[in-house]
């Protein structure tokens, strides 16, 4: 979650001023928010009416519907946090939207970084073990597997679940943070306790949330590009063309925000001290970069192929079942015992 920020201001004749700097900022910031929204409640809804309902289910296509899904439940969040940065960081909405919010933004930011490690993780076994892969890779075996995935990212958000809600600084300004006090009623004990866990959950976030499924998804791309090099099919599987560029979007929109992050957990104290102003402008900045990428994917299915021209011609649905369309042979409960399935077949595109 976000930590609350407002931007500096000037203050000269008795009015206060933004600097023209930050109000660009801001101006950016809600236009991306603006976009985010539209094109990522537009586009994943469509994604999860394409593989939730007109699509067999195999387990690439419940993979994606559930990132889909994921990206979904998160844009439809923006709104809700625009309205925060617009009041500088204090909370206007109440205490039940205050502790929904992010818990709906937390767990999803954490399921859609273990969903694509997860993608990674199939298509590294699809390449490295086919025979496995067709006699055990089953749809069942996919949802109890996701259903982890979920359950572990909900109870990565339980500190945002217990402990955050609405805290009143004064008349008119009401936060949505993190509430220490039942621990304690002494003001610096509570804000030592609050550094600690602030430091102690940064670190969770960035090591296990973001740094560990990036290693997994590194290492799964460096297993998979050395099996394709030498039976040469280094183009030729579509789905894991997909999960390259989904990758190579999040990394990228995710990465400055997650550095930023880090350094916010390592200057914690400062934060608290009412200093880091710039950290706190650096938080907008590359949040908002962060939050682009929920909108991305559903775009990177449809026109990454090589006849992106044509698919654009036609139905975006049509287009999308092509993108998530399985390689390999049925994965499903029903799926034969095949003595032998030759890698080659799992990586070429159909």
Not at 237 to 244: A, C, I
Request: with cysteine; glycine share 6%; charged share 15%.
């Amino acid at each position: 979650m976000v930590s609350n920020s407002s931007l500096p201001t000037n203050t000269s004749a008795g009015t206060v001023t933004l600097p023209a700097g930050y109000i660009a900022l801001n101006v950016f910031s809600y236009t991306v928010f603006a976009v985010t929204f539209i094109l990522g409640v537009l586009g994943n809804g469509l994604v999860i009416w394409v593989a939730g309902f007109r699509m067999k289910r195999t387990v690439t296509t419940i993979g994606y519907l559930n990132l889909a899904f994921a990206d979904f439940s998160f844009t439809m969040t923006l709104p809700f946090l625009a309205v925060r940065q617009a009041w500088g960081g204090y909370w206007p909405l109440g205490w039940f939207l205050c502790k929904f919010i992010f818990t709906i933004v937390d767990i999803n930011l954490f399921g859609s970084v273990f969903l694509i490690a997860l993608i990674a993780l199939d298509r590294c076994i699809c390449v490295l073990h086919p025979v496995w892969a067709q006699n055990h890779r089953t749809v069942s075996l996919a949802k109890k597997v996701v259903m982890v995935v979920w359950m572990c990212a909900l109870l990565l958000t339980l500190p945002v679940i217990i402990r955050v809600t609405t805290v009143t600084h004064a008349p008119g300004k009401t936060a949505c943070t993190f509430d220490f006090s039942p621990w304690t009623t002494n003001r610096t004990e509570r804000i030592r306790v609050a550094i600690t866990m602030q430091t102690v959950r940064g670190i969770i976030r960035f090591v296990v949330g973001f740094s560990l499924p990036m290693c997994t998804v590194a290492i799964c791309y460096g297993l998979i590009a050395t099996r394709m090099y030498k039976q040469g099919l280094i183009q030729s599987s579509r789905p894991l063309r997909v999960l390259s560029f989904v990758v190579i979007a999040f990394l990228l929109c995710w990465c400055p925000f997650q550095i930023v992050a880090l350094m916010t957990t390592i200057r914690i104290r400062d934060i608290f001290r009412g200093m880091g102003e710039n950290l706190k402008i650096a938080v907008t900045a590359t949040s908002s970069l962060a939050y682009f990428n929920s909108c991305l994917n559903p775009m990177l299915y449809v026109f990454m192929g090589r006849d992106f021209r044509e698919r654009l011609l036609h139905s975006l649905p049509v287009s999308l079942e092509r993108a998530l369309t399985e390689d390999s042979a049925p994965t499903g409960d029903t799926s034969g015992n095949s003595a032998s399935t030759p890698a080659k077949v799992e990586l070429q595109a159909k």
